[in-house]
């Protein structure tokens, strides 16, 4: 197990703490507890205030940064000036939410009279004052924060943004990709057959839904409409099936229309319309679609219908493919012969 460092924001291995799972049950047992204290609690406590945090800093002469599971501490201010500025780092927008992680790194503002408040990050985005505020508080400006407390080597948290971030365009770079490759005549449904928050449900046989059953019933009628033959709508989806992320495993769930929509396909079709020319994008698409776990669960039978010729021509495809994280699902459909 690794945990990303709150300096310098490298992951780094805590194996040797991993709990065992009467530990972790003991955890979660106690994390439950205290949240139905702190429900009962919540009604009592003041929402966040820029008041109380004025309270906390007022003479305040020790500011320490600290990770929730180690004692190591990142970062110790005590200068009245930089005390100060941390002040305005903690300008609040807003109060309500509420995120479901422990959030890190901590900062335990002390004074004369002690410990004043301990307070956790979460994000970039928001701060938590347990023992005060019934909930947490978005910052005005998170990204003032992250990049002071990196100013001062405390990187873990502008790293974590900046990851979150950059996770967060190469998405949309693979979101438009998929959208460029999917057949032309389903550009018109598209808000309708891409949700990036999930998936849409599951039929009763199990199978995911990309998309709802509805969109889809509406993206089949275009494609009947559009191609002139059978074998060119499934080519039109092989080739959108085989230009996703990457991965077969772990994509992004929007990548099950294509399969939902082959999925109205007979096998014998596909295979017939894949005796035609094709290219790379169609081949990865064949292989993905026949290896899926879906087909291997509900349609395993229906693989003796692929030729000889066609599965060696897999073969050649998935050697040469620049995925090969997924090169273990065609042997696994498909035996290698002894």
Not at 100 to 109: K, Q, R
Not at 191 to 214: F, H, N, T, Y
Not at 244 to 253: C, E, L, Q, V
């Amino acid at each position: 197990m690794a945990r990303r460092c709150g300096k310098c924001g490298k992951l780094i291995c805590v194996c040797e703490k991993t709990p065992s799972g009467d530990e972790l049950d003991r955890r979660m047992d106690a994390d439950m507890e205290r949240r139905l204290r702190r429900s009962e609690r919540d009604a009592e406590r003041p929402d966040p205030t820029e008041e109380a945090l004025d309270r906390v800093f007022t003479g305040a002469t020790k500011a320490r940064v600290f990770e929730h599971d180690a004692e190591e501490t990142l970062l110790t201010v005590t200068k009245p000036a930089e005390l100060a500025e941390l002040r305005e780092c903690l300008r609040i927008a807003s109060s309500g939410l509420h995120c479901m992680c422990m959030g890190g790194p901590v900062l335990e503002v002390s004074g004369e009279d002690g410990v004043r408040a301990t307070i956790t990050l979460h994000h970039g985005q928001s701060i938590r004052w347990d023992s005060e505020w019934r909930s947490d508080a978005e910052l005005a400006d998170g990204r003032r924060l992250i990049e002071w407390l990196a100013a001062r080597g405390v990187r873990g948290p502008l790293e974590e943004v900046e990851a979150s971030q950059a996770s967060a365009r190469e998405s949309a770079r693979s979101l438009e990709r998929w959208r460029m490759a999917a057949p032309q005549c389903l550009q018109a449904l598209w808000s309708e057959l891409v949700r990036q928050d999930g998936l849409w449900g599951a039929l009763p046989d199990g199978r995911a839904l990309g998309a709802s059953p509805e969109a889809l019933a509406r993206a089949m009628s275009a494609l009947r409409a559009t191609y002139r033959s059978e074998d060119d709508a499934i080519l039109a989806l092989l080739a959108w099936y085989g230009q996703g992320a990457g991965p077969w495993s772990g994509h992004p769930s929007y990548e099950l229309t294509a399969e939902n929509l082959l999925w109205e396909f007979p096998t014998a079709s596909i295979v017939r319309a894949l005796a035609r020319p094709v290219g790379p994008a169609h081949l990865e698409g064949a292989a993905r679609y026949l290896c899926g776990w879906h087909f291997g669960r509900l349609r395993a039978a229906e693989r003796r219908l692929v030729p000889g010729k066609l599965v060696e021509q897999l073969r050649a495809h998935m050697a040469e493919s620049p995925h090969q994280e997924n090169s273990a699902w065609l042997p696994a459909a498909f035996p290698p012969p002894v």
